[in-house]
């Protein structure tokens, strides 16, 4: 921040310093009423962000316990938007209209129908089992949980790296979604002020802003105040997203015309397959472009393999390992709070999702005024949704709808720090210092100081090195990680034969072989990037099998765990 604040000055300085100010505001950007109005709105909505999540400091006991868990205080409504929120991320909300603009219609089914169905398995099958743990057994992580059930002292110096190792690819899908969000949306609110970024405020000084407000207001409201700001997201982004999607379809002659010129210019983005008749009317269709009689430039199918599509139902058990679900199933007040997440999940996933993937579908042949809406080629997919909004809705209108939705699209990154600094503080610090060593003020400390690091290096990450990638194909990589470690909570919960042995194997094969998959999509570079070319399928499917494999073998192979651990998990039922 400082470094921003410096930069600034030294700016407004060379402003006033004569001749050479004058050439510098001759090329300055224009200003621009709807880039400052954005900009106004999205830090209206941030520090009313900082003020919802700050509150929970006003109820909080003042512990380490409360501040990562909330007490356990957390019924089935805020439970619901907690859990939706948290998974409603960049990922679902500018990647999910990035990858419709890049692949069609497809993506909608491909996550909605086997995420709706898995996620909510899995709160069934593993959140509440890991609930009913905690509160009985006083766990306030995932490993604290798997060194009990595993025997282990050792296992979280293998599955806290990867763990972090996960979260903070999945924490830049968030960075770099708002980020390029609010650079797009505030172009000429600032004209001369920050050189080359055409007045708008450039991802590095958007990105930080966004960590710093987000660590404000975990520091003071910790699980609680994270809990409220999900609910408030979640909520008004259900009905901007509705907003949304009805301002840009009006804009394009309605939803059944703006379908019209997608079936018109580009069919294919319709279908969840191509084929040899698709790329024939390609081929017609980028002829007529050619000769001038059309004012669409045709996109090059992408055909999604029929075994991609059913392998991608193995992404979504990456929610049996996230850290912060984890951390919020922790929250509940009872059981019977996850009733209504396992009920009303699904059907929030298809609400959602449906006006992001089709503003996305619909930008492909998106027409105004008879001529193309986005730019014929180099669009980035990161850019697709908020240069939508920016290009159809003008005034405070557009400005509020990207403010929710840059705002939304960083909903997981207060969870996820929550997670990340409750792991280390009860995994490392406390578990190998001695928890009794440790006051409630101190492990405050440890954990916030760990929040800190963490944001730093995703904060640079994002600038220095990500910002290429698409933040779905980032998505796909960091779930396919989680994915792969599944079978340690699974086994863990189900497999009274499973071992400590088997779980540091599982984990190992799932880092190495997920490691190798993914240096050969060239770090998630190619976003296209399957196994096996002749019958290709997700990545996740060599990674699971894999890591499955390594984990049933090697616990069949080694000593099973002692009785007492088995009758503390497993406990035999009695009349």
């Not at 109005?37 to 700050?54: E, K, Q, R, T, W």
């Not at 996620?119 to 798997?146: D, M, N, P």
């Not at 003071?220 to 997203?241: C, D, E, M, P, Y």
């Not at 509705?242 to 703006?258: H, M, N, P, R, Y």
Request: a positive charge.
């Amino acid at each position: 921040m400082i470094a921003v604040a410096s930069t600034v000055m030294s700016l407004l300085l060379a402003q006033a310093s004569g001749p050479a100010s004058a050439a510098a505001s001759a090329s300055a950007p224009a200003f621009s009423q709807d880039g400052l109005n954005a900009l106004i709105l999205i830090a209206v909505y941030m520090l009313i962000l900082v003020l919802i999540g700050c509150g929970g400091s006003l109820f909080s006991l003042g512990t380490a316990k409360d501040f990562f868990t909330a007490s356990h205080s957390i019924g089935p409504i805020l439970l619901l938007f907690t859990i939706f929120g948290t998974t409603m991320t960049a990922f679902a909300i500018i990647g999910s209209s990035g990858e419709a603009y890049t692949g069609g219609i497809g993506v909608y089914g491909k996550m909605v129908s086997w995420s709706g169905l898995i996620h909510s398995l899995c709160f069934f099958l593993v959140g509440i089992k890991l609930w009913a743990f905690g509160k009985r057994y006083g766990y306030q992580t995932q490993i604290e949980f798997f060194r009990d059930r595993f025997e282990s002292h050792n296992l979280g110096l293998v599955l806290f790296p990867a763990l972090v190792g996960l979260v903070v690819p999945y924490l830049l899908t968030g960075l770099i979604g708002g980020g390029k969000a609010i650079e797009t949306m505030t172009v000429g609110a600032l004209p001369g002020l920050f050189g080359s970024s055409k007045g708008a405020v450039p991802f590095p000084v958007g990105a930080a802003a966004i960590t710093f407000i987000v660590l404000l207001y975990v520091f003071f409201g910790g699980a609680r105040g994270t809990t409220w700001v999900n609910v408030f997201q979640t909520v008004v982004f259900i009905l901007i997203g509705a907003l949304t999607f009805t301002v840009i379809a009006d804009k394009l002659g309605g939803a059944k015309q703006a379908t019209a010129n997608v079936a018109k210019y580009n069919p294919t983005f319709l279908k969840i397959g191509s084929g040899e008749a698709d790329q024939a009317v390609f081929d017609t269709q980028m002829a007529q472009f050619e000769a001038k009689k059309s004012p669409i430039k045709p996109r090059e199918p992408e055909r999604v393999p029929p075994m991609v599509f059913l392998t991608y139902m193995f992404i979504p058990l990456s929610v049996a390992m996230f850290p912060h679900l984890f951390q919020h199933w922790l929250t509940a007040k009872s059981a019977k709070s996850f009733r209504l997440s396992v009920v009303a999940h699904p059907i929030l996933m298809m609400l959602v999702w449906l006006p992001c993937v089709m503003i996305g579908v619909w930008a492909t042949s998106a027409m105004l005024d008879g001529k193309a809406v986005l730019p014929q080629t180099g669009v980035n997919a990161n850019l697709v949704l908020p240069m939508m909004v920016k290009k159809l809705v003008s005034g405070w209108q557009g400005s509020l709808l990207i403010a929710a939705i840059a705002s939304a699209s960083i909903a997981v990154l207060d969870s996820q720090f929550l997670a990340i600094g409750s792991m280390f503080t009860h995994d490392i610090a406390g578990h190998y210092l001695g928890h009794d060593r440790l006051n409630d003020k101190t492990k405050l400390m440890i954990g916030r100081g760990f929040i800190v690091v963490i944001a730093v290096a995703t904060y640079l990450l994002g600038w220095y090195y990500l910002q290429a990638r698409t933040v779905f194909s980032l998505g796909v990589w960091c779930f396919t990680g989680f994915a792969s470690l599944s079978p340690i909570v699974f086994a863990a919960l189900y497999w009274k034969r499973a071992t400590k042995a088997g779980a540091y194997a599982c984990a190992l094969t799932a880092a190495g072989v997920g490691l190798w998959l993914c240096a050969q999509s060239n770090w998630g570079a190619n976003a296209d990037y399957y196994v096996f070319e002749q019958f290709p399928i997700m990545p996740v499917t060599i990674n699971l099998a894999a890591s499955t494999l390594a984990l049933v073998l090697v616990s069949l192979v080694t000593r099973p765990p002692s009785a007492a651990t088995i009758e503390k998990f497993f406990p035999s039922r009695r009349a």
